[in-house]
């Protein structure tokens, strides 16, 4: 069969990037005023190309999350979206730095058509919204606007849209339920549970004893040292007693279920065995991204106050203070973050039995 060379005719790159429509995206509402400030067409294209990011951001996590529809997530889907999500990262980094280039106008520089932008915001940003919804920030747990509904901006087809987003499911939900999948908490004759607890209770006591030891402590410091350290009663409590993970759950002081924060630990605790590689660096991404878009959410207040300092935001909100305050409580994988305060080091970790590490191994048969 021969291609259909109409089909496959070539393309000119104006045409093939729509240039003329994105070039002549920017319309200078100060212009239109008749006071035309300089400096809007910079804060009109940056404010552009954010926007152009969230799409490609929008684009890599549906895929990503289309991975885990399976029962099964196969090696090669773990491997192109932990490619993805690395993509994503570096997407958030560039826009940090993006900021960079915003700061190169002075606050006078957008007083000058600061009042032509009342009352379009940042917070009207549908795109910035579908992104925080597909990595999993749960609405019941988002910051009011003005003590409504976050998506309350926004008409009823987009609100349509944000919803769908939830009830399709989300990539912490995703991460969640693959977690709760995994083979790791079934192993034949390995309770992990048990021998996780029986090294934090070897790991505490060697530190106690140190603490105990020391000639370099004095008896208020070791007391202090020792309650710090604390033991299984503490911070340990809720990864060795379910219900009090669940009362966590419940309190939305925790995002993963019991099984799933379990299933975690353990890819943590032994991801050297080969097989669990592809998932620890997965999670680890997910971390990243985490982190990367916490990164902008800061730098971002960081530059509102630069620009108005205690001004209200031009969508009436408190400005720099809003925006501080959801990096602050928006971060969506805080339970991933919290895995390595469980970690216990390797010379206590527990050594798998052989037919474990087989199981947690490559290999293959040769055959004649």
Not at 113 to 128: D, K
Not at 224 to 252: C, P, Q
Not at 298 to 304: D, G, L, S
Request: aromatic content about 10%; overall charge positive.
């Amino acid at each position: 069969m021969t291609r259909d060379k109409g089909k496959y005719a070539t393309i000119h790159y104006q045409n093939y990037l729509k240039l003329n429509e994105i070039l002549n995206a920017q319309q200078l509402r100060s212009a239109e005023l008749e006071q035309p400030a300089h400096e809007e067409m910079l804060f009109i294209i940056v404010h552009q190309v954010y926007e152009l990011w969230f799409k490609q951001i929008i684009h890599e996590l549906e895929s990503v999350i289309e991975f885990f529809d399976d029962e099964e997530v196969v090696e090669s889907s773990l491997s192109i979206a932990v490619g993805r999500l690395r993509r994503v990262e570096s997407i958030l980094k560039l826009m940090v730095e993006q900021i960079g280039v915003m700061e190169t106008m002075t606050p006078l520089d957008f007083l000058d058509f600061r009042n032509f932008l009342f009352p379009a915001s940042g917070f009207q940003s549908f795109q910035f919204r579908a992104v925080e919804a597909l990595l999993g920030l749960p609405e019941d747990q988002r910051m009011t606007y003005h003590g409504h509904k976050y998506s309350s901006v926004f008409p009823d087809e987009q609100k349509q849209q944000l919803e769908t987003i939830y009830k399709r499911g989300t990539l912490l939900q995703a991460t969640n339920a693959w977690l709760e999948r995994t083979p790791f908490l079934k192993l034949k004759g390995f309770d992990f549970l048990k021998i996780y607890k029986a090294a934090v209770k070897s790991m505490l006591k060697k530190e106690r004893a140190a603490i105990r030891e020391s000639k370099y402590l004095t008896k208020k410091e070791k007391k202090m040292r020792t309650e710090m350290v604390g033991g299984t009663d503490t911070y340990f409590k809720s990864i060795l007693k379910k219900t009090a993970h669940n009362k966590l759950v419940k309190e939305g002081q925790k995002r993963l279920s019991y099984e799933a924060t379990i299933a975690a630990l353990f890819i943590n605790l032994y991801r050297d065995e080969p097989i669990l590689h592809l998932p620890f660096q997965f999670m680890t991404c997910l971390i990243d991204v985490d982190n990367q878009f916490t990164n902008w959410r800061h730098r971002h207040a960081q530059m509102v106050q630069r620009m108005i300092g205690n001004k209200i935001g031009t969508g009436g909100s408190s400005g720099h203070k809003y925006l501080s305050q959801t990096a602050d409580r928006h971060q969506i994988y805080g339970d991933f973050h919290s895995i390595s305060t469980l970690l216990i080091p390797r010379s206590d970790l527990p050594k798998l039995p052989n037919d474990i590490i087989q199981q947690l191994n490559f290999h293959f048969n040769v055959t004649s």
